[in-house]
């Protein structure tokens, strides 16, 4: 289609041009040859096809042609592109554009944006992943990143074993700190420091992953974790006015609630019984203003003082055992989800106007029916007011809205734990019940003599009287001017601004149960009167954070173009601000309808009930300002010789104002280079089979900073002593003169190959990096007294190494398509040393959460005690201890345990990762398929903690599995119960080898199913053409190594999302 | 047109590189956050001091947990963590629970705050318009390093023996903030030096009066040091700051004006107890010592005369499946935390004990006795305690002293010196069917310092 309208174009234009030219004599064309990105295409050959006259463009695309008069046909072919022919008529000497297309699919792709340049991928030396719209396009969703990590080659996320939150990487890991291990975002150009789901997916016209040095040192000191550079959609020159639209509709089921593991309602009341018996609650029954206890065991309490009978407590608590709070979740809070996006574009270009404009309106309202609304608004144009002057603009403007749905399960928790599982919220009829999470219902009963606002709390209602809500306003504007100065320098200026607001609006309602209990508490009972300390009304937080950043950019462009020799480099410098503002107060008594408050007093104490204890009211207001200043210096530049050999280098100097820094410090220069060879462009070379073949190896520096540390010795203020009324604060930052920037280097070996036709093709990568300098917690004795039991330093050397290899192939091209995407990665590395590792005890490795920071192993290298075992006379966990079966928890679990007594277990970091994706397509339906698979690593699996069991009513369903009698071990490896608690047969038993699992799996991630509608099948379309789609996520797992039933991406009590599926329409006008 | 355009931007171009080049120190000169402050001025150095959730209600627990001013049932022991259970019973090992979250950790952390302050004041000009603010905040620093380094070696070192003093180890003497010097432990003698040093030093800084008890001023710094000279046993040097104590501040609250219905009579009072000299209380409270858990010795209940209105101000009976036991509500922090700070009670003891102890049996009981019809009900004539000698009159004072200063956190420290005058008190504990004895004099009375502590600084362990 959009060929036709080119053709059309140039026609036109060629035949107005034609009109008075004066036949009699040979004419001259100029003109100029583009790329349909408009890059000029230097050395296209133009030739006539009926005279035989030939020209070649030069370094700018131009050419100039000597013509005959009359009818002719300029055929113009350059290698990688289409050739292409245009029918002459009447010719004159004005400029004609030509614009080439490449000549096949993949060909299409071969720019990669670093965010500084654009460089045609056969040249580049470094490593670029990309993602083509096409490719981007298979998945629907309102975000651009989630969609990544099952479609890129080196990009995985694995979960963290403390918080069981997915970590996305590119190449593994490149630090050992967790909060900046994530890859640099750019958006067209610029760093973007706003909120990363402000963007519209449709706005997105292809991702590049810049995965090594010579790729992503361009980018300084914040570029080791890798660079992930979203690119939007651009208007081209000379284009008709295009229009897009694009909608769709996505519903998920309510998730499966009970895929969590609890312990049934029956073992928690017989437990709770037990405990009863034994006297546990003796020391919490004289107080209920302190406990809340559970239903059972008021119950029981009731029956133990006569209060009620033995039977009527037995049927009472019988009733309990059928229920489950998991349901009461599920029916109460959960639905389905359904998400809507509509989005729109208009885009076309005149001889010197480029311009797209598009909107877009996302609705979403999750499965607890939290709300989100965003609208993005993009104007981005591009003005050629004459030749060699390039104006561009661009404003992206984005807004949205979050407000909080229904309780999470499990969100509603009790003083000290969690409700008991058999808790219901509403009774037969639908009416809410209290659940007593703070205080017993006995004391509630008699509390402030019925004087007091009803304290009670009914989760069914409670969260109508919150309302939480986010606003963010996101501005995003860049101005950049590109200027020729003369042949081979152009001068880049760009300019962008950044602001964005984020509003939260927290009001808890006078009817929540929150805002009575500090009402309640604060209240002063006299005789006579009740005096509310706290007004009544609502309590409402507000907070507002400003982020303004800043950035100009100035960069000298060389490009030449010589015999055999091509220079292309650049010099730039860029200087930085970003401004974060953030302020957060609350008012008390708030009153929504006519916006009043009142005024409370902080700084006196009162008795608090229902302790009496003193206490101030609650006060949170603050405000906060951090800047961040950047300037940068950067160079880069490759040169090609007889188009097969090419030489690439590239530098960078980051200065910042890290504070206290000594300034030599603050200078971090980070450099790479590279060479690229392409065998198969030798005279010699003959292989037909490998028809494209090309050799890449890079190695270079990137680095790594943590904006939160600081050398010096500083403080932070927190608030006001409200008995002096003076400041007070924190030592925030410890002097540490050594503090330094963290530093990654890589070497990185390439094979990039292809078939003649393409049909088979792919890329071969090995990696090697060096982490050094890593910032690393290190153990820090508490007669320092720094308040910490750990102290960040530069003291972490690291190293890893992988392949990433993808293969793509056409395996059937006829009628009926089959193309297959293939990606394969593996990684590996390890802590080459660590400070401070050898007083690190083996109970430590085999209960750490995260980073073990062992030198020789893996980062996240997973360690565990020794089994023996389930004693079969009581069922107590057995480990070892000095080589002997033991049960000496304290000793095994303390100073017992040796390294060497540990079982290594594996990585916690997937070794082989990957995905599969097949394409088949038949006419107009088309199918894609994408299973990601994640292999070689282990987690651990989740079991009865009885610690947690007791004093925090958290259960897990092992416990039913638990050695009960002596035989059972030969059946079961969950320890027996006892009481008391001992908590380090427990940790024993959770950090054993036991509970360490398989966590390879194979999970199906999405289905596309396509059907195009196009005008060349239906003619009577009103529109030239439109796709329907379906889009099934979240399918599930096809094979897993474990037998528990558990996704290892969702361990540590997360639910998996559920199956989603997606219809949508997109059209094009 | 076109060669205007050209020139404008290329100049726009030079002026806007060489910009970069000039503005750049400048320009990276800017503090990241604004909340962040090198520690610079008075107000930074005294706001380091004032964060009184930290400074002033950490204390260390240790010395209560382990001594007899309470017991648990057996019940209430089992549902304890491990550690606790330890050190109820006095274990060998595993009494406290490893990293920062500890005695130790908390005592050593007012001790870096304090040499923070103390590195820098003298950086600082003493300008003679804030002289006092100067004086304030160093005074401030040294008293809260000795009150710190007191408690570690009352809990961690042998009870003082001036015999032995200055070969029994002591304490690491952390004296600056730098945590790249290793920790070693001087002998006894060299921190209860250290801390007197400190305290005399802080009583020449800090003001008669302070802004708020929460801050030390002289009289505080004059208590502790008593405090420090009794268990050393120097009761002439404890009579004389005990005494130049009192001169500065002496006041008694009277009990009648209490409620002993209240469910903590001191609740109004926590930072207006006309006692309080200085306000510090107990971290927590751990779970045994929480009114809970904790019962009373009811010897300890039964030793109360009926109109002393400590018996219903203090303890509450317990109900339920706990009657005929009871509680402690009497803490001055007016709620279930423990107050340890230094209060004019414990000074009137402390002078009446000196003078008892010097033989001056007359002004040792008028000291008793200024204090004790304070505590008596005021509708019943109020009988003087009398005492044949000073002996019996330092008896008297002595079962005085544990009657009301029960749950300060000050027994633990009186039976390690007692025992070292000869008053061979034996400990007991009895649960889980199960007894647990601890002599006199043990060496048990110095607590094992934390296992990780020792295996990171390599100092030598107490012996067990």
């Known amino acids: 289609?959009?060929?036709?309208?080119?053709?059309?174009?140039?026609?036109?234009?060629?035949?107005?041009?034609?009109?008075?030219?004066?036949?009699?004599?040979?004419?001259?064309?100029?003109?100029?040859?583009?790329?349909?990105?408009?890059?000029?295409?230097?050395?296209?050959?133009?030739?006539?096809?009926?005279?035989?006259?030939?020209?070649?463009?030069?370094?700018?695309?131009?050419?100039?042609?000597?013509?005959?008069?009359?009818?002719?046909?300029?055929?113009?072919?350059?290698?990688?592109?289409?050739?292409?022919?245009?029918?002459?008529?009447?010719?004159?000497?004005?400029?004609?554009?030509?614009?080439?297309?490449?000549?096949?699919?993949?060909?299409?792709?071969?720019?990669?944006?670093?965010?500084?340049?654009?460089?045609?991928?056969?040249?580049?030396?470094?490593?670029?992943?990309?993602?083509?719209?096409?490719?981007?396009?298979?998945?629907?969703?309102?975000?651009?990143?989630?969609?990544?990590?099952?479609?890129?080659?080196?990009y995985t996320s694995f979960p963290l074993r403390n918080t069981g939150d997915n970590l996305s990487v590119v190449r593994g890991l490149s630090t050992l700190s967790v909060n900046i291990a994530k890859p640099l975002i750019i958006l067209d150009n610029f760093e973007y420091q706003g909120d990363i789901n402000n963007i519209n997916p449709n706005d997105v016209e292809n991702i590049t992953f810049l995965k090594d040095a010579a790729a992503g040192s361009i980018w300084g000191a914040k570029a080791a974790n890798g660079v992930i550079v979203i690119t939007t959609k651009k208007g081209l020159l000379n284009q008709p006015v295009k229009v897009e639209l694009n909608?769709?509709?996505?519903?998920?089921?309510?998730?499966?609630?009970?895929?969590?593991?609890?312990?049934?309602?029956?073992?928690?009341?017989?437990?709770?019984?037990?405990?009863?018996?034994?006297?546990?609650?003796?020391?919490?029954?004289?107080?209920?203003?302190?406990?809340?206890?559970?239903?059972?065991?008021?119950?029981?309490?009731?029956?133990?003082?006569?209060?009620?009978?033995d039977s009527e407590a037995d049927a009472g608590i019988n009733a309990f055992r059928s229920q489950d709070v998991r349901k009461e979740y599920e029916k109460y809070f959960y639905k389905n989800s359904v998400n809507q996006q509509y989005a729109i574009s208009l885009s076309g270009g005149t001889k010197n106007l480029a311009w797209i404009l598009s909107g877009g309106f996302d609705k979403n309202s999750s499965e607890l029916n939290a709300r989100y609304n965003r609208v993005n608004m993009r104007f981005d144009n591009t003005y050629v007011p004459f030749k060699n002057l390039e104006i561009n603009s661009s404003v992206y403007y984005t807004q949205s809205k979050t407000t909080a749905g229904r309780p999470a399960v499990g969100s509603i928790s009790a003083m000290g734990g969690a409700i008991a599982p058999y808790t219901l919220f509403a009774d037969e009829n639908g009416n809410p019940l209290p659940v007593y999470t703070t205080y017993n219902p006995s004391y509630l009963d008699t509390a402030g003599g019925g004087r007091l606002l009803d304290w009670r709390y009914f989760p069914l209602d409670d969260y109508k009287h919150i309302s939480n809500q986010t606003n963010i306003e996101n501005l995003n504007a860049v101005l950049g001017i590109r200027y020729k100065v003369f042949t081979g320098f152009s001068i880049d200026i760009k300019y962008r601004y950044?602001?964005?607001?984020?509003?939260?609006?927290?009001?808890?309602?006078?009817?929540?149960?929150?805002?009575?209990?500090?009402?309640?508490?604060?209240?002063?009972?006299?005789?006579?009167?009740?005096?509310?300390?706290?007004?009544?009304?609502?309590?409402?937080?507000?907070?507002?954070?400003?982020?303004?950043?800043?950035?100009?950019?100035?960069?000298?462009?060389?490009?030449?173009?010589?015999?055999?020799?091509?220079?292309?480099?650049?010099?730039?410098?860029?200087?930085?601000?970003?401004?974060?503002?953030n302020n957060y107060y609350r008012t008390y008594g708030h009153n929504r309808d006519i916006l009043t408050y009142v005024d409370v007093d902080y700084t006196n104490t009162y008795p608090i009930l229902p302790y009496r204890s003193n206490g101030f009211i609650p006060n949170s207001s603050g405000f906060g300002k951090r800047n961040n200043r950047f300037v940068s210096f950067y160079a880069n530049g490759a040169y090609t010789y007889k188009t097969r050999y090419t030489l690439s280098a590239s530098a960078r100097r980051d200065a910042s104002n890290a504070f206290g820094v000594k300034t030599n410090d603050k200078w971090k220069p980070l450099w790479s280079t590279g060479v690229s060879w392409e065998i198969s462009?030798?005279?010699?070379?003959?292989?037909?089979?490998?028809?494209?073949?090309?050799?890449?190896?890079?190695?270079?520096?990137?680095?790594?900073?943590?904006?939160?540390?600081?050398?010096?010795?500083?403080?932070?203020?927190?608030?006001?002593?409200?008995?002096?009324?003076?400041?007070?604060?924190?030592?925030?930052?410890?002097?540490?003169?050594?503090?330094?920037?963290?530093q990654v280097s890589m070497l990185n070996t390439a094979v990039e190959w292809a078939s003649k036709n393409r049909r088979l093709s792919g890329s071969f990568e090995y990696y090697e990096k060096k982490m050094a300098d890593l910032y690393a917690a290190t153990r820090i004795e508490s007669t320092m007294g720094i308040g910490f039991a750990t102290m960040v330093r530069n003291a972490g050397k690291m190293k890893g190494r992988g392949f990433d290899i993808e293969l793509n192939s056409i395996n059937i091209d006829r009628k009926?398509?089959?193309?297959?995407?293939?990606?394969?990665?593996?990684?590996?590395?390890?802590?080459?040393?660590?400070?401070?590792?050898?007083?690190?005890?083996?109970?430590?490795?085999?209960?750490?959460?995260?980073?073990?920071?062992?030198?020789?192993?893996?980062?996240?290298?997973?360690?565990?005690?020794?089994?023996?075992?389930?004693?079969?006379?009581?069922?107590?966990?057995?480990?070892?201890?000095?080589?002997?079966?033991?049960?000496?928890?304290?000793?095994?679990?303390?100073?017992?345990?040796?390294?060497?007594?540990?079982?290594?277990?594996?990585?916690?970091?997937?070794?082989?990762?990957?995905?599969?994706?097949?394409?088949?397509?038949?006419?107009?339906?088309?199918?894609?398929?994408?299973?990601?698979?994640?292999?070689?690593?282990?987690?651990?699996?989740?079991?009865?903690?009885?610690?947690?069991?007791?004093?925090?009513?958290?259960?897990?369903?092992?416990?039913?599995?638990?050695?009960?009698?002596?035989?059972?071990?030969?059946?079961?490896?969950?320890?027996?119960?006892?009481?008391?608690?001992?908590?380090?047969?427990?940790?024993?038993?959770?950090?054993?080898?036991?509970?360490?699992?398989?966590?390879?799996?194979?999970?199906?991630?999405?289905?596309?199913?396509?059907?195009?509608?196009?005008?060349?099948?239906f003619k009577k379309l009103p529109f030239s053409q439109a796709t329907l789609y379906v889009v099934s996520n979240n399918l599930g797992i096809i094979w897993k190594a474990n037998e528990f039933g558990i996704d290892p991406d969702y361990n540590n009590n997360n639910i998996p999302p559920a199956k989603s599926i997606a219809v949508g329409l997109r059209i094009s006008l | 047109m076109l060669s205007i355009i050209k020139n404008t931007i290329c100049t726009g171009i030079i002026?806007?590189?060489?910009?970069?080049?000039?503005?750049?120190?400048?320009?990276?000169?800017?503090?990241?956050?604004?909340?962040?402050?090198?520690?610079?001025?008075?107000?930074?150095?005294?706001?380091?001091?004032?964060?009184?959730?930290?400074?002033?209600?950490?204390?260390?627990?240790?010395?209560?947990?382990?001594?007899?001013?309470?017991?648990?049932?057996?019940?209430?022991?089992?549902?304890?963590?491990?550690?606790?259970?330890?050190?109820?019973?006095?274990?060998?090992?595993n009494l406290f629970a490893p990293g920062i979250d500890n005695d130790w950790a908390r005592c050593y952390n007012n001790v870096n705050r304090a040499n923070q302050v103390l590195l820098?004041?003298?950086?600082?000009?003493?300008?003679?318009?804030?002289?006092?603010?100067?004086?304030?905040?160093?005074?401030?620093?040294?008293?809260?390093?000795?009150?710190?380094?007191?408690?570690?070696?009352?809990?961690?070192?042998?009870?003082?023996?001036?015999?032995?003093?200055?070969?029994?180890?002591?304490?690491?003497?952390?004296?600056?903030?730098?945590?790249?010097?290793?920790?070693?432990?001087?002998?006894?003698?060299q921190s209860y030096d250290q801390v007197?040093?400190?305290?005399?030093?802080?009583?020449?800084?800090?003001?008669?009066?302070?802004?708020?008890?929460?801050?030390?001023?002289?009289?505080?710094?004059?208590?502790?040091?008593?405090?420090?000279?009794?268990?050393?046993?120097?009761?002439?040097?404890?009579?004389?700051?005990?005494?130049?104590?009192?001169?500065?501040?002496?006041?008694?609250?009277?009990?009648?004006?209490?409620?002993?219905?209240?469910?903590?009579?001191?609740?109004?009072?926590?930072?207006?107890?006309?006692?309080?000299?200085?306000?510090?209380?107990?971290?927590?409270?751990?779970?045994?010592?929480?009114?809970?858990?904790?019962?009373?010795?009811?010897?300890?209940?039964?030793?109360?005369?009926?109109?002393?209105?400590?018996?219903?101000?203090?303890?509450?009976?317990?109900?339920?499946?706990?009657?005929?036991?009871?509680?402690?509500?009497?803490?001055?922090?007016?709620?279930?935390?423990?107050?340890?700070?230094?209060?004019?009670?414990?000074?009137?003891?402390?002078?009446?004990?000196?003078?008892?102890?010097?033989?001056?049996?007359?002004?040792?009981?008028?000291?008793?006795?200024?204090?004790?019809?304070?505590?008596?009900?005021?509708?019943?004539?109020?009988?003087?305690?009398?005492?044949?000698?000073?002996r019996e009159a330092l008896d008297k004072i002595l079962m005085e002293r544990r009657k009301e200063l029960v749950m300060r956190g000050l027994r633990w420290m009186d039976i390690k010196r007692l025992n070292k005058e000869g008053a061979n008190i034996t400990l007991q504990r009895n649960v889980n069917n199960q007894g647990y004895t601890l002599v006199p004099n043990d060496k048990k009375y110095a607590l094992p310092i934390p296992d990780d502590v020792i295996s990171l600084s390599g100092m030598q362990q107490n012996e067990r």
Not at chain 1, 843 to 860: K, M, Q, V
């Open chain 2, 196 to 390: 007197i040093a400190d305290l005399k030093q802080s009583i020449s800084l800090l003001p008669d009066i302070s802004l708020h008890t929460i801050r030390p001023s002289k009289a505080a710094a004059m208590g502790t040091l008593a405090r420090t000279y009794l268990w050393m046993r120097n009761y002439d040097s404890c009579f004389k700051y005990a005494d130049l104590c009192l001169q500065l501040k002496s006041d008694l609250k009277d009990y009648n004006e209490l409620s002993a219905l209240s469910t903590f009579p001191f609740s109004g009072l926590q930072y207006s107890n006309p006692e309080d000299i200085v306000n510090f209380s107990i971290t927590g409270p751990p779970a045994s010592l929480n009114p809970s858990r904790a019962k009373i010795d009811s010897g300890l209940y039964q030793s109360y005369d009926t109109n002393d209105l400590r018996r219903e101000i203090f303890f509450r009976t317990n109900t339920g499946v706990n009657t005929g036991t009871f509680a402690f509500k009497g803490s001055y922090a007016g709620n279930s935390v423990l107050y340890d700070g230094i209060a004019t009670n414990e000074i009137w003891l402390m002078r009446a004990e000196c003078y008892a102890r010097s033989g001056n049996k007359v002004a040792a009981l008028l000291d008793l006795n200024t204090l004790l019809i304070k505590r008596w009900n005021n509708t019943v004539p109020y009988i003087p305690i009398t005492a044949i000698d000073a």
């Open chain 1, 816 to 1017: 009926f398509r089959w193309a297959t995407h293939f990606i394969f990665n593996t990684y590996k590395d390890k802590v080459l040393k660590l400070k401070n590792p050898s007083t690190l005890l083996g109970s430590d490795i085999a209960g750490s959460t995260g980073f073990t920071g062992l030198e020789g192993y893996s980062p996240f290298v997973y360690f565990a005690y020794q089994w023996a075992g389930l004693d079969p006379a009581t069922g107590d966990p057995q480990g070892y201890l000095d080589r002997q079966v033991s049960k000496d928890y304290g000793a095994i679990t303390y100073e017992g345990t040796k390294f060497s007594d540990l079982k290594y277990i594996g990585s916690q970091f997937p070794r082989i990762f990957g995905s599969l994706g097949n394409s088949f397509s038949w006419r107009n339906f088309s199918l894609n398929i994408r299973v990601i698979y994640k292999f070689n690593y282990y987690f651990r699996r989740e079991s009865i903690n009885y610690r947690s069991l007791v004093n925090q009513s958290i259960g897990h369903s092992d416990y039913s599995l638990r050695w009960q009698k002596p035989g059972d071990e030969l059946s079961t490896t969950v320890p027996s119960f006892i009481y008391p608690v001992n908590n380090s047969r427990n940790s024993f038993y959770l950090n054993s080898e036991i509970l360490a699992t398989k966590a390879d799996h194979i999970r199906l991630q999405y289905i596309n199913i396509s059907y195009d509608l196009n005008k060349q099948v």
């Open chain 1, 1 to 154: 289609m959009q060929k036709i309208f080119l053709l059309l174009l140039i026609s036109f234009f060629v035949a107005l041009q034609a009109t008075g030219q004066d036949q009699n004599n040979a004419i001259k064309l100029n003109g100029r040859v583009l790329s349909t990105d408009q890059k000029p295409i230097a050395g296209a050959t133009l030739s006539s096809k009926l005279h035989g006259t030939e020209a070649s463009s030069d370094d700018d695309g131009n050419f100039s042609i000597q013509l005959l008069p009359g009818t002719d046909t300029l055929i113009i072919s350059h290698i990688g592109f289409l050739q292409k022919r245009l029918p002459l008529n009447q010719t004159t000497n004005s400029s004609l554009i030509i614009v080439m297309e490449r000549s096949s699919l993949e060909l299409e792709e071969v720019m990669v944006s670093t965010g500084i340049e654009k460089i045609p991928k056969e040249r580049a030396t470094g490593s670029f992943a990309l993602i083509n719209n096409k490719l981007f396009n298979e998945q629907v969703g309102t975000g651009v990143l989630n969609r990544l990590q099952s479609i890129t080659n080196g």
């Open chain 2, 120 to 189: 820098n004041i003298d950086k600082i000009e003493r300008l003679p318009n804030d002289g006092a603010g100067w004086n304030n905040a160093k005074g401030h620093a040294l008293f809260l390093r000795a009150r710190s380094f007191l408690f570690v070696v009352s809990l961690w070192s042998a009870a003082y023996d001036m015999a032995s003093a200055s070969t029994d180890p002591g304490i690491p003497l952390r004296l600056n903030p730098d945590f790249n010097e290793a920790s070693t432990r001087a002998s006894v003698q």
């Open chain 1, 247 to 309: 909608t769709n509709l996505t519903i998920a089921d309510k998730p499966d609630l009970f895929y969590s593991k609890n312990i049934s309602s029956g073992d928690f009341i017989d437990l709770e019984k037990y405990l009863f018996s034994e006297g546990y609650y003796n020391s919490m029954l004289p107080y209920p203003e302190y406990y809340p206890l559970s239903p059972v065991v008021n119950l029981l309490d009731k029956a133990n003082r006569g209060i009620i009978s």
């Open chain 2, 15 to 93: 002026i806007l590189v060489s910009s970069y080049l000039f503005s750049c120190k400048k320009y990276l000169d800017k503090k990241p956050d604004q909340r962040l402050a090198i520690p610079s001025s008075i107000q930074d150095l005294q706001s380091l001091l004032d964060n009184y959730l930290q400074v002033n209600h950490r204390d260390p627990f240790a010395g209560e947990l382990s001594a007899d001013d309470y017991y648990l049932t057996t019940d209430d022991f089992l549902g304890l963590n491990e550690v606790e259970r330890n050190m109820y019973t006095w274990g060998k090992s």
């Open chain 1, 498 to 581: 950044q602001s964005q607001h984020t509003e939260t609006e927290y009001l808890q309602g006078q009817g929540s149960f929150a805002t009575r209990n500090l009402i309640n508490s604060f209240s002063q009972l006299t005789p006579g009167s009740v005096i509310y300390k706290i007004p009544k009304g609502d309590i409402l937080d507000l907070s507002n954070s400003y982020t303004n950043s800043q950035n100009l950019r100035s960069q000298l462009n060389f490009s030449k173009q010589w015999h055999t020799h091509e220079i292309v480099a650049l010099a730039g410098s860029e200087i930085s601000e970003s401004v974060n503002k």
């Open chain 1, 681 to 742: 462009n030798e005279p010699f070379y003959k292989l037909q089979l490998l028809y494209y073949l090309r050799l890449k190896m890079t190695y270079g520096y990137q680095g790594n900073i943590d904006p939160a540390k600081v050398a010096l010795t500083t403080i932070r203020y927190s608030n006001i002593n409200p008995l002096t009324l003076t400041p007070y604060s924190v030592v925030d930052n410890f002097y540490n003169p050594e503090l330094k920037w963290e």
